[in-house]
Structure formats: C-alpha cells, structure tokens
C-alpha cells in the first residue's frame, strides 16, 4: 500500500497511475472541501494532455476548456494587440496535441478525483500526515482525521503535499533557491462586468503596473492577476476584493467593475528546487520538490509528468518484485527536468519581461516551443540504452530517452492507441523484426504488449528495420536491431533492478 499525501493534481496522477496496476493506495488531503481557486489555468501543455490521453480522460478535459484564447494587449482603455498563441500549431500525425488548454486547475482535479472514483478510490479530506518514520521494510505515517489520530504502515509514502511539503522538510531535504518577496503580486476568482469573456485581457502598464484578467472556461468567474498598491509604510494590503477593485481602476482606467470573489491570495516569485527527490521509503513530487515563476505555465505539468515517471516504477517495485534500485532512476530522469523547469520558467519570465519593457508583447512571450515539454526527454538516463547506432547526434531518429512520437498505422489505428494503459510496448519496426517479435512473445513477459508495425513510421526516422520498446511512461527504454531479441529480454530484466541484473555494456 502506498501513500500519497496530498490531492492536488501531481497526487491524483500518480494516485491513479499506481491504482490502475493494482496497486492499494491511500490518498489523504488536509483540507476539508475540495479547492474551487482556478490556479493553473493556462493551462494544460501538450505533453501533459498526451499523459491525460493514456489515462483516457482526454474527452472529458478538452470539453471543460478551451484551446483558443486571444491574449489582448491594452493600454488603458486602448488596445494595443491582440494574438491568439498556438494558431498555427494543428495536429500533426507524431503529436496529436500542439495546443495548450486552457482549463480551471480545479476542474482538471475534478476530472481526475472522478477518474479515481471509478476505479475505487476515494480522497481522504481532512486528513493531515504529522509525522513518519520509516525501516528498511516499511513507512509508520502519523495521520490527522475526522475519526482522530491514526498511525499506519505503508510499503511506501509519496510527498504531493506542495511547496510548504512536510514530507520534504521531515526528510530534511533542502530546497535551494531563493525567494523574491519584492515581486508580489494579487492573485484571485472574481466576476468581472464590463468586458465580453472572449479574451485573456493584459495591460502591462510600466507606470501603473500589471493587471490580468483571464475568463475561465465554464464558468462566470475571471482569474484576476494584479499589482497590488503598496502603503505608504511599504505594507501590502491583504487581498480582498476593494484591494484588487483599486488594482483594476488605477491600471485600466476603464468602468470594469469586479464582484462575488471565490478566491484571493498573494503570489511571490519562489524559485526552489530540491536536492533529493527520495530517501528510503519516502519520496516526493511536484511542487513538494520545485517551485518557480509561472510563466511558461509549467507548475502542474512538470507535477503531473513527475508522477507519471514515478507511478510504473513503483507498481513493478511493489507488484512485480523489482528491485528498489529502480526508484533510484526517479529522481535521476525527473531532478534534470526540475532544473529545466526553473531554468525555462525563470526565462520565460525574462522573456515577458523584456517584450513589454520594450512594448512588443506580453504573457505569450513566455509559452515557447519548449514549454510544450513534447521535447523533454531522458537521454542519459541509465534505463536509455540504444544498442544499435539508428541515429548520428544530429540525426532527428528517436534515440532512446525520446518521447515516443504518435503515428497513424494504415487501419487507422494510431501508435497512441497502442500504448493506452498501463503496459509497455516493444514496436518491430519492419518486416525483418517479426521473428524477434515472435521469441519475445513466447518468452511470456508480464505487461509488456508487441505491435508489428509494418512499415517503418517516418516520424521515427529510421532507415533500417527497428526493434523500439517504449516504457509504460511513452519514453522510449531501447532501440536496437530488428533481430536482437535477446537484448530487448536483457533490458527488460534490467528493469526488474537496474543494480541487480547486468548492465547495457
Ligand atoms: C495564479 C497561479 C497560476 C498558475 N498557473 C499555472 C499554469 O498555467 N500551469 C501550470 O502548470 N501551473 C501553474 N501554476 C502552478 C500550479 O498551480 C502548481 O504547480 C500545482 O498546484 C502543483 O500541484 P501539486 O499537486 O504538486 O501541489 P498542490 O496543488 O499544492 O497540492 C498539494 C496538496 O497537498 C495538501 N497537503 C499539504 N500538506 C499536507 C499534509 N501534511 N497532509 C495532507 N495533505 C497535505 C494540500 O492541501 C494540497 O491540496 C499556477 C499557480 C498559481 C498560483
């Protein structure tokens, strides 16, 4: 039985990754009502709706948000642009999804609490981890409930517990970086009368400051994004909503008036890391293990994404027998993506920055060709083996390490549609693969499925007949000759315990 503190969005991912290969799981979360504050709405990348789609909840997400929205640009009360990002970005036959969506956080945490439910697993509200210890066999989590104080035992414990993690801070785990206190700004869910909702309104004001108003899908509420007027004793205000009403007339100047408040807080620029992501038993996830600016609109995704690396590892430690030493890859493939979450959050900020320095744009600076996370990949990860050189160091063939690209097959059957669920897949890419196939299949290997991919997918870019195994996570593990199947059997017995079988050399 697993553990996972904390019901936000990296939690109920990885809860329901872990749930649906079978494995038990507790989920507990301190608050006593489900939040309604709209956070992360802009929104959901690409990669991450790839991650959604194999949890065959895509449907559900793309009609509760939108992938259209104009950014438009004003100056007081006149316009100044107006830009829609990702027009130009249609599906293409290796990416299905090339937009973001923008949809509330807390609908995305409805649809994934759904998820849960359906396969049987409910959110424990109102309950607090205190305090854990742990042995070499298990976790003893100190819980807060309704019913009172409970202590319970655990294979393992999963920190989604966010920035302020008590998992992280009782692991003594450090979290490097700083925090800019002179960098506030209000933040909030409001009603918004005087502007029509079909645009994420911005006026980057360098005299008046920074106003946002954003419409949110499926709802009357706006999220309002502010600088607040500091006192003449250099206090901020708390937010409320006069405060963020004086924040609307003194940047925009225009009769917008706000109401019915659902939400307001106070964001500050954090930008932390942690220096681990597990010790024994016990690891963390999302924001518990990074924090940054918003921009690029990263938080969330890099959380969910984490959890997605992290939930088929532990279900083969727990489920499959492997050994724990495959834990260990975790935080060897996800600690380099938190570090390029700061590094790419932080440089989007500039980004903006300097586009309205400069008066030549906004928040559509900071959402690039990298912030869609499609090229993140895990190419010096040790479960990355290429056995066989497909691809020179500028060829663009998948390498192992690469995200593994979508492609139509000639029935119409797509690659994704393949690799749904929870299985890994090995892919003979060519004809000259099938006998390989065929003794990897005879070979009986528990959750592993095989396609015979007839012709050679160009999005994979290989000019000889390929044998691809791609990890439950979409990443491709191997890439190697069309008849080596004794070295898609070797990596695959790698993966039972990286430490405990023999290596790629
Ligand atoms: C205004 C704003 C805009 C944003 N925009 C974007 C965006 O566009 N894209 C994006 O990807 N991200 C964005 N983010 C960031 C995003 O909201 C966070 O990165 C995301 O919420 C992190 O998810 P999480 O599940 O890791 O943590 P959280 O959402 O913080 O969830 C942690 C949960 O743990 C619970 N908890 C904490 N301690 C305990 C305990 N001891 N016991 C039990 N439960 C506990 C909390 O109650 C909470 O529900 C934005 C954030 C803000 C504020």
């Not at 923008?102 to 409805?110: A, F, K, L, S, T």
């Not at 008046?208 to 003449?232: D, E, F």
């Not at 315990?497 to 050399?505: E, I």
Request: glycine share 10%.
């Amino acid at each position: 039985m697993v553990l996972v503190v904390g019901a936000g969005p990296t939690g109920l991912s990885l809860a329901y990754d872990l749930v649906r290969r079978g494995v038990p799981v507790r989920i507990i979360d301190r608050q006593e009502q489900f939040t309604t504050a709209s956070r992360a709405k802009a929104g959901v990348q690409p990669r991450t709706l790839e991650v959604f789609d194999d949890f065959g909840i895509i449907d559900r997400l793309l009609a509760a948000g939108t992938q259209r929205l104009p950014f438009r640009r004003l100056l007081r009360d006149q316009l100044i642009s107006e830009v829609v990002p990702y027009e130009d970005k249609s599906p293409l036959p290796d990416a299905p999804y090339r937009r973001m969506l923008y949809i509330r956080q807390n609908d995305v945490e409805q649809i994934l609490r759904d998820l849960l439910s359906e396969v049987g697993c409910e959110v424990e509200r109102s309950t607090t981890l205190t305090e854990f210890t742990q042995t070499d066999t298990s976790v003893i989590a100190t819980l807060d409930g309704p019913a009172g104080t409970e202590k319970a035992e655990f294979d393992y414990l999963v920190g989604c517990d966010g920035g302020g993690s008590t998992v992280r801070k009782q692991l003594g785990i450090k979290f490097q970086g700083f925090t800019d206190e002179s960098q506030k700004l209000y933040v909030g869910d409001v009603e918004v009368d005087g502007l029509p909702d079909d645009a994420w309104y911005q006026w980057y004001d360098l005299e008046r400051g920074l106003l946002l108003l954003c419409p949110l899908s499926g709802s009357r509420s706006w999220q309002i994004q502010a600088s607040p007027s500091v006192a003449p004793d250099g206090t901020l205000p708390p937010p409320s909503l006069e405060a963020l009403q004086e924040a609307v007339d003194r940047i925009s100047g225009m009769p917008i008036k706000l109401s019915n408040p659902t939400w307001l807080s106070v964001t500050r620029k954090n930008v932390r890391m942690a220096e681990s992501l597990r010790s024994g038993r016990a690891l963390i996830a999302g924001d518990a293990a990074h924090v940054h600016p918003v921009a690029g609109a990263l938080g969330a995704n890099t959380g969910v994404q984490d959890a997605y690396n992290l939930g088929w590892k532990l279900a083969r430690v727990i489920k499959d027998g492997a050994d724990q030493s495959l834990l260990d890859t975790y935080q060897e493939e996800r600690l380099p993506i938190a570090e390029w979450t700061l590094r790419t959050s932080c440089s989007s900020a500039d980004k903006i920055a300097e586009a309205v320095i400069s008066g030549t744009g906004g928040a559509e600076k900071g959402l690039t060709e990298e912030t869609n996370q499609l090229g993140l990949n895990y190419r010096d990860s040790s479960l990355s083996w290429n056995l066989a050189e497909r691809a020179a160091d500028d060829s663009p063939a998948v390498r192992a390490g690469d995200r593994a690209p979508d492609s139509p097959g000639p029935d119409g059957t797509r690659l994704f549609d393949v690799f749904r669920g929870p299985h890994a897949t090995l892919l003979g890419m060519g004809a000259s693969c099938r006998e390989a196939l065929a003794r990897v299949e005879s070979a009986g290997v528990a959750g592993l499925r095989t396609l015979d991919v007839q012709e050679r997918p160009p999005a994979y870019g290989y000019t000889e007949d390929t044998l691809v195994l791609v990890r439950p996570d979409g990443y491709v593990g191997l890439v190697t000759t069309a008849e080596d199947s004794t070295g898609v059997l070797r990596y695959l017995d790698f993966l039972q315990g990286p430490h405990a079988a023999a290596g790629r050399d």
